[in-house]
């Protein structure tokens, strides 16, 4: 659910800069062009205590001035700095002030976020599809090892470790299973447990499911 909702988000911020840009090239069509000069930049702060700017500026038309704000900001703007500006020959104060940067950071982040959602999403699917293959054949017991932590994440994980002896090559297998939030040693513990079902492809040793359905209910 959470992936899709991502995807879902992210083809809205890709949705939204494009119907933006769009707006802005059609705009651009009947407009004309006018330099505008900032007259002043406000600074205040939102309830997050981070600076929010209000930038003004004034241009004039066929000698009558106007004035009119914008509420973006980046650190190349100034009081005195000139800005070209688009507007309405039939409303000017209707007007348009170009920010490119702006699109394509939206539809960058859009495409970006829909696309990383999709592949941890194939990903996802792919690894319940291969699980729900390898349940097609009825499971080794494996013997329980140990609990280790995982290092390689920033928040506390733990993984459980387990052996397996093949009886016609008695070569050894270790498996890991999939990184669980809990510490599961207690509950193994607890219920005196010895050993784990894994589901293997049995000509390739390496694609295995290492199953949790006997502690699922406690974690």
């Not at 209000?54 to 700095?81: A, L, P, R």
């Not at 329980?144 to 928040?155: A, C, D, G, L, T």
């Not at 999939?178 to 000509?203: A, C, H």
Request: proline fraction near 4%; aromatic fraction near 18%.
């Amino acid at each position: 659910m959470v992936l899709l909702f991502t995807i879902t988000l992210g083809l809205f911020f890709f949705y939204i800069g494009v119907s933006k840009y769009y707006e802005e090239f059609n705009f651009k069509k009947s407009a004309k062009e006018v330099i505008a000069m900032i007259s002043n930049i406000e600074i205040h702060k939102n309830d997050n205590h981070k600076n929010i700017y209000t930038v003004y500026f004034e241009y004039t038309i066929n000698d009558k001035k106007y004035e009119s704000k914008i509420n973006f900001y980046d650190s190349s703007m100034y009081v005195g700095k000139n800005l070209l500006i688009y507007y309405n020959p039939d409303n000017p104060n209707n007007i348009l002030v170009p920010s490119r940067v702006f699109y394509i950071f939206i539809i960058s982040f859009g495409l970006i976020l829909s696309c990383v959602s999709v592949c941890l999403l194939y990903i996802n699917m792919r690894q319940k599809y291969q699980i729900k293959s390898l349940k097609k054949f009825p499971p080794i017991i494996s013997e329980f090892i140990k609990v280790n932590m995982n290092n390689h994440s920033k928040e506390l994980e733990y993984y459980i470790v387990c052996r397996w002896v093949d009886p016609f090559s008695e070569i050894q297998h270790f498996f890991k299973s999939e990184t669980i939030r809990q510490n599961p040693e207690i509950i193994i513990d607890k219920l005196g447990i010895t050993s784990f079902p894994v589901y293997i492809d049995l000509k390739n040793p390496e694609t295995y499911y290492l199953s949790l359905e006997k502690i699922e209910m406690f974690l």
